[in-house]
């Protein structure tokens, strides 16, 4: 196994209350999950993998709005596959590690997502190339993942590196998928809220990340949810792909 894949599990193979708070209230997830949503409604696909599913957040998302599709998530963490497949039956639940050629793909998708994996990856490359060969032809791709330099949360959760536009679409093409569209969004308050988390990163680790959400903590992801209505869906740190898998 990787380092940095032992890396990850160690810290995404507990279960963890914050975690599952910080995708609940915080306004970057969500934001992250009606951008998803968004295209997923336009394309309608028969099927959808989840890739780096965590606790299933985006999954339980989509499964309302494609009652009809088949969905699946895969992750590395056994546990986390575990409760998952104990809180959301009929959902497809597989524990894995994409980068490993060895794992077995459980089937072909005409949907993948990937939503805030591929920067704690060794080889993202790699990654989409094995995302690649799960997808039909004519498929759909949706990555979201960060820009901009990797302070010391990114660095504390497992991020190795962020990518600039131009290096996510020379990625995609490298893995033998075609960009439809690759932008930055986020300014000025997801780039404001992540700058002030890296000034006293153990103590909004401890906060935001490693225990459940008390008053103090909704109500500063009320307010960031408020501001984030304004920010720019032309610039800042977060980053948007989506690619199709054109055919042969």
């Known amino acids: 196994m990787h380092e940095q894949t032992r890396r990850n599990l160690d810290y995404y193979g507990t279960l963890s209350g914050g975690r599952s708070d910080y995708w609940r209230y915080m306004p970057a997830p969500r934001f992250r999950t009606r951008v998803v949503l968004d295209v997923l409604r336009r394309e309608r696909p028969s ?3 989840d890739l780096g599913c965590g606790d299933g957040s985006l999954l339980a ?3 309302p709005a494609m009652p009809d599709a088949r969905l699946a998530g895969i992750d590395l963490s056994e546990p986390q596959i575990e409760a998952n497949r104990l809180r959301m039956p009929g959902i497809e639940w597989h524990a894995g590690n994409l980068e490993d050629d060895r794992f077995p793909a459980p089937a072909r998708f005409e949907g993948l997502t990937c939503s805030e994996v591929i920067e704690h990856l060794a ?4 990654f989409l190339k094995a995302a690649w060969g799960m997808a039909n032809e004519g498929a759909l791709l949706i990555v979201s993942t960060q820009s901009g330099r990797v302070g010391a949360t990114e660095r504390t959760v497992g991020h190795l590196r962020h990518f600039t536009a131009v290096e996510m679409s020379a990625m995609l ?3 033998g998928w075609q960009p439809l ?7 000025p308050f997801h780039d404001f809220s992540k700058w002030v988390a890296n000034l006293s990163p153990d103590r909004m680790m401890g906060e935001f990340s490693e225990r459940p ?3 103090v903590q909704k109500l500063v992801a009320f307010a960031l949810r408020v501001l984030f209505r304004f920010n720019s869906n032309r610039r800042g740190t977060q980053l948007f792909a989506i690619a199709r898998k054109e055919a042969s």
């Open 61 to 63: 998302a989509i499964r």
């Open 181 to 187: 569209r690759v932008w930055n969004a986020g300014f």
């Open 213 to 215: 959400y008390g008053p």
């Open 47 to 49: 099927s959808v993998v």
């Open 123 to 126: 080889d993202p490359v790699g």
């Open 173 to 175: 093409r490298d893995a």
